[in-house]
């Protein structure tokens, strides 16, 4: 599993190619009489703004620990893994990554709760339009993806306080041996 998150991190172009298949999957089961094609090529268009994040995220992540995709990947395997780096230049491009990812993540409320609702009033939207294999097939999505969201960034945050925390506690243990 860990291979597959590090190729994938690594790999912009397979997350996308595995976000609009599964997408698209889930467009046709829930309106099964349309076509494959039409689908994927609605899905793929829904899924440039997503990309355009997915980049910009990507670069100022870049930008702020100074160094390469490669280097973003083993920075991110050490916040999963809660492995700290020796080195001062890593673990300080560490930091700033944590750092970044942590100020990311000060309205993660606020966006739960807006994407709650955005999620509640489509499926509304669709009980009142469609039939009702649309309307359970989008109230099982509106349940299950944000409590999917919810845990994913929860158990995110644990691992980027954890590594902030023993960041900070090293630099102390540092500061200490030096005096």
Sequence with gaps: MNRLHTFLTRNLWAQ????????SALVLLISPGESPTAVLIRVAFSSL????????????????????????????????????????????????????????????PWALAFLVLLFG???VLTALTAGPRETIGFG???VTFPVWIYFQGRK????????????????????????
């Design 16 to 23: 996308v190619a595995l976000s609009v298949l599964g997408a």
């Design 49 to 108: 703004g997503g990309v355009a994040v997915l980049l910009a995220v990507r670069r100022k992540e870049k930008r702020a620990t100074g160094t390469d995709t490669t280097g973003l990947v083993t920075l991110d395997g050490r916040i999963r893994s809660g492995d700290v780096p020796t080195d001062p230049a890593e673990r300080e491009a560490l930091r700033a990554l944590v750092a970044k990812r942590l100020h990311r993540t000060r309205n993660r």
């Design 121 to 123: 009033g489509v499926t």
């Design 140 to 142: 099982i999505l509106a």
């Design 156 to 179: 995110q945050l644990r691992r980027l306080h954890r590594m902030r925390e023993a960041l900070g506690e090293e630099e102390r243990g540092v500061t200490q041996h030096a005096a």
